[in-house]
């Protein structure tokens, strides 16, 4: 027991040490909260121009272009994609890591949210469209009023999923020396030799952040679902 | 029933073609809908009627034909077509509501957004078409707290909202349990009797004849027989019609 108090003293007291892991939990947040909202835009385009191109047949050069960014950044490790932007990309200029790693992540999360989305709005039944069209709403009205809507609340689940992801995988970071957390929690390892308590500070932050925002999610569930048929 | 004679859709030799040429569902269909009239399209599955319906406000697109609503050809690809659809409401087999909006807002939001209707002005409309069908308790219920045949009253009325100059019903009873039949049917005829031009596609027999001004029998993609529904039902002339009209009646 004396033995876990000095450990414990010593990974996280001595030094103000336990500032690697708030200070990489700081940017660890910043990067997944950025690469969400560009994900998620990123991921809109695409399924609007993959299924636009599904229902009506338009856009085919768009949809080749959607369907190739797709195929390349889902078939290839993101920590891959990560180094190629940070080390070939903008190799050779000198560009905030944070904003490289909030760029990588995003473009990769926004090839899995375009598939969700797709899936989404190719999931609404073909009556809901034509009674759209048939009021007078042109194809992107439609969209906007009618299919976007009910879509959201279908891949609800499967966006806080791939959010949570996303949350994980940004700790590759370390690979282009960002302090995130799990690269916080590393440091102290190496300096203490300890690598029991800091690799488990850093899961357990990992897993509470996980459950706040499943049930963050689960809340935004429950209220949409007052409308479900 | 008043029909002064202007022709509200004109069909021209229409034909639509699926999988490159394997199914003919409108095989040279022509045929013209005047003002008032109320059209009663029967005819086997398959036989292309709701095709044909379908395709008069281009939720089909003909292969070849033209189609004319008041005057415009609105199969021309300078037509836009959104514009001359606020103009047909169009009924389905399954209703079709919006499921993630209250009844009120599935009947206002084609008003308001394409009719610029004040949110106000709308309401109050809806509550009038709402009181019409009796069923303005359900202004703030979901469609998923309805009954088959409220329904299909709340999507009758959808379209009524946009003040249509025609109405399409695509097999409007044909989902609905037989006991919630009749009152769907009752508005429709009340709609028939207040002068709006109507084309339905419907198994309804009783209908046809009784609020019918004509009846048109289609098989194999084609428009075999039509005429007033008294001489329709009791002489027909076409052999499968009369064979139709053995097995249904």
């Known amino acids: 027991m004396q033995n876990f108090k000095d450990k414990f003293v010593m990974d996280f007291i001595t030094d103000d040490r336990w500032h690697y892991l708030t200070d990489g939990l ?16 990123i991921g809109f385009i695409l399924a609007v121009v993959r299924s636009t191109h599904d229902k009506t047949g338009k856009m085919k050069i768009a949809n080749v272009i959607c369907n190739i960014y797709i195929t390349v950044i889902r ?57 759209g069209r048939s009021l007078g709403f042109n194809y992107r009205q439609t969209m906007m009023y009618i299919i976007m809507p009910q879509a959201f609340k279908n891949v609800l689940p499967a966006l806080g999923n791939e959010f949570i992801v996303l949350l994980k995988e940004t700790s590759v970071s370390g690979y282009i020396a960002l302090q995130d957390l799990t690269k916080g929690g590393d440091i102290i390892r190496s300096r203490t030799y300890d690598a029991l308590l800091p690799l488990l500070a850093v899961a357990l932050i990992y897993l509470v952040m996980v459950m706040i925002f499943t049930k963050l999610v689960s809340i935004l569930e429950r209220r949409l679902r007052n409308s479900d048929h | ?91 389905f087999q399954h209703f079709n509501l919006f499921p993630h909006k209250t009844i009120i807002d599935n009947i206002t939001l084609a008003p308001i957004k394409l009719l610029k209707k004040s949110k106000a002005d709308a309401e109050k409309e809806a509550m009038e078409l709402l009181k019409l069908v009796g069923l303005q308790e359900k202004a703030n219920a979901y469609p998923s707290q309805l009954s088959g045949g409220q329904k299909q009253r709340i999507a009758i009325i959808r379209s009524l909202a946009m003040d249509p100059d025609v109405m399409l019903f695509d097999e409007p009873t044909s989902a609905l349990d037989p006991e919630m039949v009749g009152e769907v049917l009752e508005l429709m005829k009340k709609l028939a009797r207040d002068g709006m031009t109507m084309v339905v596609v419907t198994h309804e027999m009783g209908f046809a004849k009784e609020v019918g001004t004509r009846v048109i029998f289609m098989d194999a993609g084609q428009i075999k027989e039509e005429g007033v529904p008294k001489e329709f039902f009791e002489h027909p002339k076409e052999p499968r019609l009369q064979d139709f009209l053995s097995k249904i009646l």
Do not use: C, W
């Open chain 1, 26 to 41: 700081k940017v660890t947040l910043e990067i997944t909260f950025l690469a969400v909202i560009l994900g998620v835009v």
């Open chain 1, 75 to 131: 078939g290839t490790p993101v920590v891959v994609q990560l180094m190629i932007i940070y080390f070939v990309v903008f190799g050779s200029m000198d560009i905030n890591k944070i904003l490289v790693a909030i760029l990588a992540f995003g473009m990769n999360s926004g090839a899995y949210v375009a598939e969700i989305f797709r899936s989404g709005i190719m999931s609404i039944d073909a009556g809901q469209f034509e009674a």
């Open chain 2, 1 to 91: 029933m008043i029909t002064n004679g202007e022709v509200l859709i004109k069909v021209e030799n229409v034909h639509k073609i699926y999988n490159e040429g394997r199914l003919h569902a409108l095989n040279g269909v022509s045929n013209e809908i005047k003002k008032g009239e109320v059209v009663v399209v029967v005819g086997p599955s398959g036989s292309g009627k709701s095709t044909f319906l379908r395709s008069l406000n281009l939720l089909e697109t003909p292969s070849t034909g033209k189609i004319y609503f008041e005057g415009v050809d609105i199969t021309s690809k300078k037509t836009d077509i959104d514009k001359h659809r606020q103009k047909m409401g169009m009924v």
